[in-house]
């Protein structure tokens, strides 16, 4: 059981190009999550789905999209990636919406230039 | 809104110390109160979550913590750490609406003198 993955690990980016971040989990779960991690900021929610096709906003979107096509996959996309999204990715899932449990991917360390 | 407060950036303590991290919460209802740890290079791994009943909560690697409303507290506790315990702590906070999420304290960094 992986539970939830994440692609790529790491990556270096230059400034202006697209970049997805792909998430996918294999736990049924309804909720799935996009967070950033800054030194300092903790944990910031960037995008949100409560069930399959569905999207919301969270905290820091801007600059950033996402998509719910099924249940199990809920990538991540920087239109043109800038300097100030450098950052750590974690996505996350949990049974449902609301304060339920979430569980984390090992998140995406990503560079832009 | 809902908030959390973790006022200690750096905790430092020597293995086989107790610990306490402290946690503040503010929201106007009975919250959803979490506990998460984030080891270097790692995700996030839930400890222990309060949702309601008893106000002590026991979690996984000895963990503890204390909901005490009159104070809008949840500190996380151990009585005695072990080297494996330096990692980032988290404390959350959700309530109990579908559209509600969960919001995370800035965390607090653990480390441990041998």
């Known amino acids: 059981i992986a539970g939830i993955t994440q692609a790529p690990t790491s990556q270096i980016l230059a400034a202006g190009r697209r970049m997805t971040l792909r998430c996918t989990q294999d736990m049924r779960h309804n909720a799935m999550y996009w967070y950033r991690q800054d030194l300092g900021l903790g944990l910031r929610l960037i995008h949100y789905?409560?069930?399959?096709?569905?999207?919301g906003k969270g905290e820091v979107p801007d600059g950033y999209s996402v998509s719910r096509a099924n249940t199990d996959d809920f990538p991540l996309t920087l239109a043109s990636a800038v300097p100030s999204q450098t950052s750590v990715y974690f996505c996350a899932s949990s049974d449902s919406g609301g304060a339920n449990e979430q569980f984390f991917g090992p998140g995406t360390r990503l560079t832009v230039l | 809104a809902q908030s959390v407060t973790q006022p200690d950036i750096h905790i430092t303590v020597s293995e086989g110390a107790s610990l306490e991290l402290r946690c503040n919460y503010s929201?106007?209802?009975?919250?959803?109160l979490f506990w998460y740890v984030q080891s270097p290079g790692q995700g996030l791994q839930l400890l222990l979550k309060y949702f309601s009943g008893d106000t002590l909560v026991q979690g996984i690697k000895g963990f503890e913590a204390e909901f005490k409303r009159s104070q809008s507290s949840f500190n996380l506790r151990k009585p005695s750490v072990h080297w494996s315990d330096a990692a980032e702590y988290f404390c959350a906070v959700g309530a109990k609406g579908r559209d509600d999420k969960i919001i995370f304290g800035k965390g607090t960094r653990l480390h441990i003198l041998p």
């Open positions: 929201y106007g209802a009975t919250p959803y």
């Open positions: 789905s409560n069930t399959a096709g569905t999207t």
